[in-house]
């Protein structure tokens, strides 16, 4: 039965997420999980969790924590990477805090903006150092990234190493639902067709039966008035002509015109919280409360989640084809109006043979120049880690869609410098 090694295994509940998938997988129940983290305490927490979870599914499965990741990862089929980069305080709220010193304000901060970048650039040389584990010690793995920023990181493994390397989200799943959800429309028997970047792939096409459904959603959602969760991203439906499949709050800070310090009121006129990470005190407390009632419940269950994970395990397993969104490197032209370099987020067909990324084709004019925008900042951030040259940095800042409409270059600069500054322990790499 198949190896699962899961890097970053101390994200509990995403851990139970992905495994509990496994487990109830038949072409996987019988798989070695091995579990790393360099958190011991936060190991050993998901360990006894899912040990529990494996008895209460029938025990097919083993479960063992590793303190060594050449030894978790060795003779894996499959590397389940989640880590994160930097604790929450400072590393994480440093994102946030020096660029708001500058009057630059963000939401997630985890996938582009001075919070991607520089997510970006810890994260690259702890995934190329995994990679030399990998091609060491389980060089056929697939690597199933969830990590962001998701193209930065997933571009950087692919462009610079031998692994096999996609990169997974689940925003596209839940795009056609949310939207149609929204606007009181049946979301049964919908077919849709998206493809892009990841966090800003476009719903193209969305029809039930052979019948647009886009019609009618234009029609509802021009006539929609109250403060909703979904303004930025009708707003990108009324202007840019389709939805997209990122929330309103965190693809907001992807483009220039939401966040703006002479427009202030734009927050509250798209509802966009800038301030959210203040309370991550209070939200890590309730995540651990959340974990703390999994680890002690005897009676612990699950069942089958979206995420892709257990889907294109089973799909390799059982040479039975499945379909994905993943995010590959555009060779070939998959969006043929993107940049070969770029990380995209497009249909890609799975089976025994592996991970196979379909043609996609042209994107409409509009939604390729913005999704290139980002594209110029992800590349440039990519650049910076591969070659460790600091001009890069400030280049990727530079080009960054918000950044650089809200702030001077030399403010930039000086802001660069204050966050690499802030980030040393992780970037001893980059040269002066």
Sequence with gaps: MPKIAFIGAGSTIFAKNILGDCMKTPSLEGSHMALYDINIERLGQSEKMLQNLNQNLGGKATVQAYTDRKEALRGADYVINAIAVGELIPTIMSDFEIPEKYGLYQTVADTLGMGGLFRGLRTIPVMLDMAKDMEEVCPDAWLLNY????????????????????????????????????????TADVRWRIGGINHQAWLLEITRNGVDLYPEIRRRAAQRTDLHPDMVRYDFMK???????????????????YHKRHYPELKEKYSLPTDGYKNWGRGKAEYWQEVNGMIENKNLGHERSHEYASYIMEAMETNIPYEIAGNVLNTGGLISNLPEKACVEVPCLVSAGGILPTRFGELPPQCAALNRTNINMQLLTIEAALTGKREHVYHAAMLDPHTSSELSIDDIVKMCDEMMEANRPFLSYLQN
């Design 147 to 186: 990590t962001n920023p998701m193209a930065i990181v997933t571009g950087a493994m692919i462009q610079a190493t031998g692994i096999k390397t996609v990169g997974l989200c689940h925003s596209v799943q839940t795009c056609a639902r949310e939207l149609l959800e929204g606007l009181g429309m049946d």
């Design 239 to 257: 202007w840019f002509g389709y939805f997209v499949t990122e929330s309103s709050s965190h693809g907001s800070e992807y483009v220039p015109y």
